[in-house]
């Protein structure tokens, strides 16, 4: 069974960037499409980027993700953070991007944008 757990949350002052790593254990990530999602208090999840399966590399805004095939690892790269990113953060294993279903998801990881 597929595995997903995130990494590389923590504290960042506005304006910084972080970096997050979703790694997968157990099977390929190459078969899924990958999404970002991301929930903040008192709100729902909401979308922030997504992956293809065949994509390597989107970005949108003040975000990009990426898929490192090598290491079976996908990242998300959030630069000029706002307070209003502070979330935890999740990954999540899809058929494709378009759909709304979500086969595996990660625990999360915490993002805290404050000064």
């Known amino acids: 069974q597929l595995q997903l757990v995130e990494s590389g949350g923590g504290l960042v002052q506005p304006g910084g960037s972080l970096r997050l790593s979703c790694a997968a254990s157990g099977i390929s990530l190459a078969g899924y499409a990958i999404g970002w999602f991301r929930q903040a208090p008192g709100k729902e999840r909401e979308g922030v980027l997504c992956?293809?399966?065949d994509g390597s590399y989107s970005v949108k805004g003040r975000f990009a993700i990426s898929r490192d095939r090598a290491k079976n690892t996908i990242y998300l790269q959030m630069n000029s953070l706002k307070p209003e990113d502070t979330a935890v953060y999740y990954c999540?294993?899809?058929?494709?991007?378009?759909?709304?279903?979500?086969?595996?998801w990660g625990k999360g990881t915490l993002v805290t944008v404050s000064s």
């Open positions: 999540a294993a899809k058929s494709n991007c378009l759909e709304y279903g979500v086969h595996y």
């Open positions: 992956i293809s399966k």
